[in-house]
């Protein structure tokens, strides 16, 4: 089966695409359908040898913008489609072949991805009209999770939250951190073992991996758990938001909103949710950025620290998203604050290891525990988990 999978992330007015062979190569055909349902909408991307394009869709939805990715193809007809799904609930563990049966249990686990799992089901539905001809597979952002000990899972409230209701840790970026785990397990001599694992884009979240499986992880019941993020909030007292309510009156939409939109690195800084600028402006001084930088690696190092009682054995970190991948100041903070876990960073490699670059940062020959930047590859992944899904059930 070397024909490519065709990868497909759809939001409520947008569609990331990516054309994806066995081998994972790249640069691989690829891009953005937005602003659809608008006049101005578009379809953006690069082909596979590298040339960026910009088409206008006016007006265009879902299936027009998926018309026009499919002209796109190069003559290149997939063999399947991989969908990410936000949200796969207890129900799914692994990815499965989209049936009746499998958009009936993704739609009962709207309610808890309110936000995404309807945008990822137009998605789907959409592209069963375009693409008629192919088997349809989801991929769960949270399936990689699903192999949590109850200790990590369970919320200290009543049962029945549980049991009635599905209220549990489920945690997200699963693609993002079974992809990492499994490439240090490739690339470090210590190979599968206790890694953790830290997702550092404009969601944030940090895994502990044992032997290849997920053990506990900082997102839980929605992706607003754990660490600050651009502009959520992460942790919060539980008590906040009846604080909000009883004394500034605040409605839970605007609760929700305020810590959704409005807080992490943009609302303690006071000037964006960017890393970049966050960074360039706490260098010149800014009060607000150098704060935002100093909760920000803070609360990874103490997040990885908490973790780090899931594994029995530390064998690395694993850096990775926009921020992991990017920023030495980060990665370099995060380590420092750790200083009982016996990292040695290698100042040089961690300098140089930015831009798509993949390594150790570590000092070589260091029998603590390593540290790695690995470039994250969801996209790949999903096209993996549907390949394997293929072979399992076609
Ligand atoms: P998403 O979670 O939306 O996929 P990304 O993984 O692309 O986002 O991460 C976006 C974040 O990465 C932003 O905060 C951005 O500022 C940060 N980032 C990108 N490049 C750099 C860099 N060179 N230095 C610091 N941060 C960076």
Redesign the pocket.
Known sequence: MNAPVLVINCGSSSIKYALIDSTLETPRLAGLAERLGTPQARLKGKNSAGESFIQALPGADHAKALNAILDRLEGRLPVAVGHRIVHGGERFTQAALITGDVLEAIQATAALAPLHNPANLAGIEATQTVFAELPQVAVFDTAFHQTLPPKAYRYALPEAFYTEHGIRRYGFHGTSHAFVSRRAAELSERGEGGWLTAH????CSTAAVWQGKSVDTSMGLTPLEGLVM?TRSGDVDPGLHAHLHRQLGWSLDEIDDVLNKRSG?LGLSGLT?????I?EKALEGHAGASLALEVFCYRIAKSLAALSCALPVLDGVIFT???GE??PI?RARVLELLPHFGFALDDAANEAT??GGEGAIGKAGHTGPEAWVIPTDEEGRIALETRQCLETFL
Not at 200 to 203: D, E, H, S, T
Request: no cysteine; aromatic share 0%; net charge negative.
């Open positions: 550092l884009g404009n969601g651009g690195l949710n960017d890393m970049r600028e960074e998203g926009g921020i990017n920023s980060v930015i831009r």
